[in-house]
């Protein structure tokens, strides 16, 4: 191994010890960008539904409600 792939082995070894917690973060981390990626597309049927004549009140209020749901899954507790 090259020198310069040292410190990588050595950080990967110390989080050996963590393993089970490093996985649990990147899982939350994974389904909190998840619900912020989707975000978007629930907000531009949101519009839609808003801007559709006639207004398409049922369908906004399950997008608001879909948008409210990810805002949610999105925060972490602590932030």
């Not at 939350?28 to 559709?52: H, Q």
């Amino acid at each position: 191994m090259s020198k310069r792939h040292y410190s990588l082995r050595s950080f990967f070894s110390f989080m050996r010890k963590y393993k089970l917690r490093f996985t649990v973060t990147i899982s939350f981390f994974i389904v909190a960008n998840s619900f912020l990626a989707i975000m978007p597309v629930f907000i531009g049927k949101l519009i839609g539904a808003l801007a559709a004549q006639p207004i398409q009140g049922h369908q906004a209020v399950i997008y608001l409600w879909i948008l409210i749901f990810c805002s949610v899954g999105h925060d972490r507790p602590g932030d």
